[in-house]
């Protein structure tokens, strides 16, 4: 049962998961029954702000359309992956409010894109109603990690207004190592080994070492070959809060080489 907000609205959560295959919109499993239990337990969000690894542009830009569309950027999939439709409405407002949260970098306000998959395949389980106004954020693609980190440091401000920001893309994430067709594949002694030491630097709060992830060695290179699945991280992580409990809400490994755990900060 959804908890209803207190008379003094308590700070939101702030949440990054491992999105993983699109197909997790259509499948019940464990990782989706986490995402639901990550909704159903949270007060209702006034709005939703997502980073997704889907949205990885050569600039910041930020949806300020009112009625987003469902976007399909995969291919190779059966035909109801391609019927699914998530007609969340989008809030202007909310996205002229993260352009100036996010000053003095520029941010464009964008009325092309919508919601990729890295946003809709995880809402669908966690919001299902789909009546929670939704913006997504970039991910600029020119900007070093640090940059990153600093514009999520910059949303702070959004927990304390009942919007609930969002991270999605994966802590490991190896297409070319992934086995497609077995999701059962036993995960890499590489990916366990990156993912292991993502926990403990998480529950320690050593963030810094989390945005210089390159420096952590071959198995951080190994997991996180391209950047745009592990960025959206780096925009939860400066989220957290002394007070906030920390939690993995949802864990496992998809196809050995995709990380699905989930990041959670803020609710005891």
């Not at 939703?48 to 910041?60: K, L, M, N, Q, R």
């Not at 514009?151 to 009942?162: I, V």
Request: charged residues 20%.
């Amino acid at each position: 049962m959804r908890k209803e907000p207190d008379s003094v609205r308590e700070p939101m959560p702030a949440v990054f998961v491992g999105h993983g295959n699109p197909m997790n919109a259509l499948a019940t499993n464990s990782y989706t029954e986490g995402w639901r239990s990550i909704g159903a337990s949270m007060p209702r969000p006034k709005g939703i702000v997502c980073v997704s690894a889907h949205w990885y542009i050569d600039d910041t830009k930020v949806t300020a359309m009112p009625s987003p569309k469902t976007i399909h950027d995969f291919g190779g999939f059966p035909r109801e992956l391609y019927e699914v439709r998530y007609p969340a409405p989008g809030d202007p407002a909310l996205a002229e409010r993260v352009s100036r949260l996010l000053k003095p970098t520029s941010v464009g306000l964008d009325d092309s894109w919508g919601l990729d998959h890295g946003t809709w395949s995880v809402l669908v389980h966690m919001f299902p109603k789909a009546d929670i106004p939704v913006v997504q954020l970039s991910v600029d693609a020119t900007r070093p990690p640090s940059f990153h980190h600093d514009l999520g440091r910059r949303l702070a401000p959004l927990r304390d207004d009942g919007i609930f920001v969002l991270g999605s893309g994966n802590i490991v994430h190896n297409l070319q190592a992934y086995t497609w067709g077995n999701s059962r594949t036993k995960a890499y002694d590489w990916a366990v080994e990156f993912e292991d030491e993502a926990r403990s630097l998480i529950s320690s709060r050593n963030f810094a070492k989390l945005v210089q992830y390159e420096n952590l060695g071959e198995p951080a290179v190994l997991s996180a070959p391209t950047p745009d699945h592990y960025l959206p991280l780096l925009y939860i992580l400066p989220l957290s809060r002394p007070s906030d409990a920390i939690s993995f809400p949802v864990e496992g490994f998809d196809g050995g080489s995709l990380s699905m755990l989930a990041v959670e900060f803020g609710r005891s």
